[in-house]
């Protein structure tokens, strides 16, 4: 498989849900991935806030001293478990192999499909949930940015797609509600994006508590700082510019977008609203998991 067979294909199918069919053709390594106790895994659905909780967390784990957060970009630093781009990014599980303990992993996996040795090794894991107006929009931009993507159409086919679950790592709702039925267990904390956007010291502290670890206040001062928006917009090791443009044109639309809530209501027209809303209650219905959709 080459750089051709994996930008802009039409997606595979990894068991139940639409995926890369570079990441399915991957997928064996990944399954047997074999995970150390004291490795985190950060899961979000796409476009959730991974690269912001990643941020946070490699400032954790080494005590807010920047000069070491800005050691390598944030794809190298927490590698994206599932991920393979042949002819541009070989498997990211065998960078995880070298990288020594304790790891950070990221995965978008929905968590029946996460690698057995997670839970055998009882790894914990952080899940951060982002409202899914704000996914929808994120993702469709990401789509024109990110060329391992197929092409997402306008804003209303790409909405349909989503609410259909035909779009990479399939039904958010799907995706959303099987992390929150395992929330109670002791080693997953489930954090909210509007939350972080919210009150990001609290969120930090939650985060803290969860790892068993302490900070000084000038430390979570400066964590706070570096992990902002504008500070990780800029800072090359954050925002993804050094990932080769085949894969991500950044001309197109940054990575580092927008970093706000609500930015639906710029996008969505009120008929796509209600249509969205009608099909949102349908599927979140019987669920106690709720989602703060405004700013
Ligand atoms: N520090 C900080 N604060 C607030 N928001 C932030 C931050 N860092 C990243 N972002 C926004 O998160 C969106 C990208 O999500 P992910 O990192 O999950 O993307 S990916 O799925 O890993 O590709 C994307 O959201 P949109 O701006 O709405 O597109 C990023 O801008």
């Given at each position: 498989m080459g750089k051709d067979e994996v930008l802009r294909q039409e997606l595979g199918r990894l068991h139940n849900i639409p995926l890369y069919k570079s990441f399915v053709a991957g997928w064996p390594q990944v399954e047997s991935f074999q995970a150390r106790h004291d490795d985190l895994l950060i899961a979000t659905y796409p476009k959730s806030g991974t690269t912001w909780l990643s941020e946070i967390l490699d400032a954790i784990y080494h005590d807010g001293n920047l000069e070491k957060c800005?050691?390598?970009?944030?794809?190298?630093?927490?590698?994206?478990?599932?991920?393979?781009?042949?002819?541009?990014?070989?498997?990211?599980?065998?960078?995880?192999?070298?990288?020594?303990?304790?790891?950070?992993?990221?995965?978008?996996?929905?968590v029946h499909l996460v690698p057995a040795s997670f839970q055998e090794k009882?790894?914990?894991?952080?899940?951060?949930?982002?409202?899914?107006?704000?996914?929808?929009?994120?993702?469709?931009?990401?789509?024109?940015?990110?060329?391992?993507?197929?092409?997402?159409?306008?804003?209303?086919?790409?909405?349909?797609?989503f609410m259909d679950g035909k779009v990479a790592y399939g039904s958010w709702y799907e995706h959303v509600k099987g992390w929150w039925e395992k929330r109670h267990k002791k080693r997953l904390l489930y954090l909210f994006y509007e939350d972080m956007k919210k009150d990001p010291r609290?969120?930090?502290?939650?985060?803290?508590?969860?790892?068993?670890?302490?900070?000084?206040?000038?430390?979570?001062?400066?964590?706070?700082?570096?992990?902002?928006?504008?500070?990780?917009?800029?800072?090359?090791?954050?925002?993804?510019?050094?990932?080769?443009?085949?894969?991500?044109?950044?001309?197109?639309?940054?990575?580092?977008?927008?970093?706000?809530?609500?930015?639906?209501?710029?996008?969505?027209?009120?008929?796509?609203?209600?249509?969205f809303d009608r099909h949102y209650q349908q599927h979140m219905a019987g669920s106690d998991l709720c989602f703060q959709m405004e700013a």
């Open positions: 800005r050691r390598d970009a944030i794809y190298n630093r927490v590698p994206f478990l599932e991920m393979k781009a042949p002819g541009i990014l070989s498997g990211e599980h065998l960078k995880l192999e070298k990288t020594p303990s304790p790891r950070l992993v990221k995965t978008h996996l929905p009882d790894c914990k894991v952080i899940y951060m949930a982002r409202n899914a107006k704000d996914v929808v929009v994120s993702y469709y931009y990401f789509h024109q940015m990110a060329k391992i993507h197929p092409d997402p159409g306008t804003l209303s086919e790409f909405l349909q797609a609290r969120e930090v502290q939650k985060i803290l508590q969860f790892l068993g670890k302490k900070v000084a206040e000038e430390t979570m001062a400066r964590i706070l700082h570096h992990t902002s928006f504008q500070e990780m917009k800029k800072n090359p090791a954050a925002n993804y510019e050094t990932m080769p443009t085949a894969l991500m044109d950044h001309s197109l639309s940054p990575f580092m977008r927008k970093g706000i809530s609500g930015d639906w209501e710029n996008h969505f027209t009120v008929a796509q609203n209600e249509h």
